[in-house]
């Protein structure tokens, strides 16, 4: 062979190897996102700021230890959990804990066990830290909710729907009720429905001083029964059984009580007509003898805050709000310590702001500007005079958190960086940990001061930064487009790896699309970032797209679905679909949509209202029918179905099913407690009477999340094989 030839055919085999390994990218599997944990994010393990301002703790090894803010250093070691290994019972391991509002005490809690979503009971211990002695909160059970008096003198939790107080100076524990019985009376506790669509576990509060206790009473005797079967290796199955009121279903009787600690009474609040109305939030006002409540009528069009004598029960009503729609809750209610005002956030201008109101019910001043919505509201820094809260002011899809004066004027950036950002504040408001992402980086939380100063960071997850780098990872990025109606949605997409324009990629739309929902935005996805990446490398275009009815583009674009959930959204998932296709490198004849709970409802909507443009859907736990949901959820978005019968039926894809012509794929756990699988069984039904093929798979004993024992590993195999397969 010629030297020359020969010369010249090694250098394009070195370039051609070269080349290769430059491109060559290692691979991601289900098993690296879904078992081993491989690209799992680390948190600031038990970071508490102290009450001082001056120090915060940390869990490091299995101690709850001191740092000083400004320098740094360990400053002390609060508890070493081998030191009271075995005392009351105790296990030893630190792994939760928190403290009583002087920090005289440190509470522990282990053989924890979910009751619902939210709600858990565990073994509650409590240390304190001056005598060094550690014991049982209660012994005869798993309790909830714990919660210490303002000056930790009492602490009070729920066993067996019953309130307890446990007097620390007098050594005893008081039961407060008694009437408390499983699916008939509970006390302290929500019901399934306030835990979901309120989102609150403990329904009660103290007082300022600590010698009041202000409690919910639920009784949903009347409300019925939904009895889930559990498949655990007996004869027959095993029944469980809870109160779900479904809509237009009779909800649970709520009422408010406050009971004396010093005189061992109870008084009824006197808050009038109880009748169909809720008690969605309840919060002591400055004054040791004023709760307030706030009373929401069944269309949850109609609140009232209402202020409730602790001695007498008698009440008034200090403000009124009405809307249009409906009026979504909130935890944005702060009591300022004047006794003269009070913060609140509302949407009667359109678009979610902060207001100062004085104790008259009168609007003082408005905080915030229209023309953004407020997401959340940290406090007052009562030294600073300024509120604290988080907002998407320059896009929807950046949220930053913000500063603004207490008498008005601009809003001003804490965290000034692009993507998602939270803090958490000091009780002085002199520091703050700040945890910064985007949708392309993980979390870095770093420790501040006040003027904006990075003193340290906490955790940066260069581990997991690091391990990136090993990955031909394709970038996530933002773009908008128009619909035919002119409507501007916002997405983002994720192009397959060694893209080529010459050619036509498959597309799976990802969405949630549910009621003030965003998933178009600039914040680290977790595990998704990690799915979409393997499909991404196996030649998936992936694109998420938030249609009308989400959030932080102000009430009318988040409201306008009311009455017709599904079918706006419906709409633009389908305009999604055909502006991708419309694309050079798009194959438009392999559109597919994905997604779970609302995500799945609107999954099922697309392919059969779509059936031209979408050719496979993947629907995990999704909504069929929503006379099926729970009544709070589904009445506030869609009123009563007496009342808007069209409106239900128009949107549910149960009523649909002879319109499939793709591939079609249903997951769903019999364990829902959230969206039972009486949705998904009665799909399959109608979908086998109209003689429609399909592809189910369903998880024993699963709950709404569909986890443990494997069962996500299972679940993401089964959607990622029928994705290859039929998309």
Not at 358 to 375: A, F, I, P, S, W
Not at 468 to 474: F, N
Not at 707 to 718: R, S
Request: proline share 3%.
């Amino acid at each position: 062979m010629n030297k020359l030839v020969s010369h010249s055919l090694w250098i394009f085999f070195v370039l051609t190897a070269i080349h290769i390994s430059c491109v060559a990218q290692t691979p991601i599997t289900l098993e690296d996102i879904y078992v081993n944990g491989t690209f799992q994010t680390k948190p600031a393990s038990g970071f508490r700021f102290m009450n001082d301002g001056r120090h915060y703790t940390r869990i490091e090894g299995n101690a709850i230890v001191v740092f000083d803010v400004e320098s740094g250093q360990k400053t002390d070691t609060l508890l070493e959990g081998s030191t009271i290994k075995g005392v009351a019972g105790f296990s030893g391991q630190i792994s939760r804990y928190s403290f009583s509002g002087d920090e005289a005490y440190i509470i522990l809690e282990e053989e924890t066990e979910s009751i619902y979503r939210h709600s858990s009971k565990g073994k509650i211990y409590v240390y304190n830290r001056q005598k060094a002695t550690l014991e049982s909160l209660f012994d005869k059970g798993l309790i909830s909710n714990t919660l210490f008096s303002p000056d930790a003198s009492k602490a009070a939790f729920v066993y067996e729907n019953n309130i307890y107080i446990r007097d620390f100076k007098k050594g005893k524990t008081s039961q407060v009720t008694k009437d408390g019985k499983k699916n008939h009376i509970i006390n302290g506790m929500c019901d399934w429905v306030y835990e979901e669509e309120f989102s609150f576990t403990r329904a009660f509060e103290w007082s300022p001083d600590g010698n009041h206790l202000a409690f919910m009473r639920f009784d949903e005797t009347k409300v019925p029964e939904f009895i889930m079967p559990m498949f655990e290796d007996g004869s027959h199955p095993r029944y469980e059984r809870f109160k779900y009121p479904k809509v237009g279903d009779t909800n649970a009787s709520v009422s408010l009580k406050i009971y004396n600690c010093k005189k061992a009474i109870t008084v009824d609040a006197k808050i009038g007509d109880l009748t169909d109305m809720y008690l969605p939030r309840l919060k002591w006002t400055q004054n040791n003898n004023q709760v307030a409540v706030i009373k929401l009528n069944r269309l949850q069009n109609h609140l009232q805050l209402l202020l409730v004598d602790a001695n007498k029960g008698i009440s008034s009503v200090l403000m009124k709000e009405k809307s249009k729609y409906y009026i979504e809750m909130h935890d944005n209610l702060d009591f300022l310590e004047d006794g003269q005002h009070f913060i609140w956030t509302s949407e009667k201008n359109g678009f979610n702001s902060i207001y100062v109101y004085n104790m008259q019910g009168k609007e003082v001043r408005q905080l915030t500007q229209n023309g953004y919505d407020v997401l959340s509201v940290y406090g007052l820094d009562k030294k600073r005079n300024v509120v604290y809260f988080k907002a998407s002011i320059d896009s929807p899809i950046d949220r930053q958190v913000y500063k603004v004066s207490l008498e008005g004027g601009a809003a001003v950036s804490i965290t000034p960086a692009q993507g998602d950002n939270n803090v958490i504040f000091s009780p002085t408001f002199d520091y703050y940990s700040w945890n910064h992402n985007t949708i392309n980086t993980p979390p870095v939380i770093a420790l501040y001061n006040n003027a904006g100063l990075k003193l340290r960071v906490l955790q940066d997850n260069e581990s997991l930064r690091t391990k990136m780098k090993k990955y031909q990872l394709s970038e996530v990025s933002f773009f908008k487009f128009n619909t035919s109606e002119n409507v501007t949605l916002n997405a983002w997409k994720i192009m397959p790896s060694n893209f080529d324009v010459t050619k036509k990629y498959p597309v799976l739309i990802y969405q949630y699309s549910g009621p003030g929902s965003q998933e178009v935005t600039d914040g680290w996805m977790g595990s998704y970032y990690w799915w979409f990446q393997m499909l991404a490398q196996k030649g998936y275009m992936v694109v998420c797209v938030d249609p009308r009815g989400t959030g932080a583009r102000g009430e009318e674009f988040r409201k306008m679905t009311y009455g017709q959930l599904g079918k706006y959204e419906t709409m633009d998932m389908i305009e999604s679909a055909k502006y991708l296709a419309s694309l050079p490198y798009v194959d438009g004849s392999r559109i597919g949509i994905f997604g779970w709970s609302y995500g799945g409802y609107e999954s099922c909507l697309a392919i059969l209202k779509g059936n031209d443009v979408f050719k496979t859907a993947v629907a995990v736990a999704p909504v069929t029918n929503w006379k099926w949901y729970d009544s709070v959820y589904t009445e506030r978005y869609m009123g009563t179905l007496k009342d808007n019968e069209a409106g239900y039926k128009n949107n549910s894809p149960v009523y649909f099913a002879d319109q499939l012509k793709g591939n079609l794929l249903i997951a769903h756990g019999t364990a829902d407690d959230n969206v039972h699988f009486q949705n998904s069984a009665e799909m399959f039904k109608e979908l086998i009477k109209a003689n429609k093929q399909f592809d189910s798979v369903v998880y024993t004993n699963r709950n709404h999340g569909i986890y443990g024992d494997n069962a996500t590993i299972h679940l993401f195999t089964k959607i990622t094989d029928f994705i290859l397969t039929k998309l």
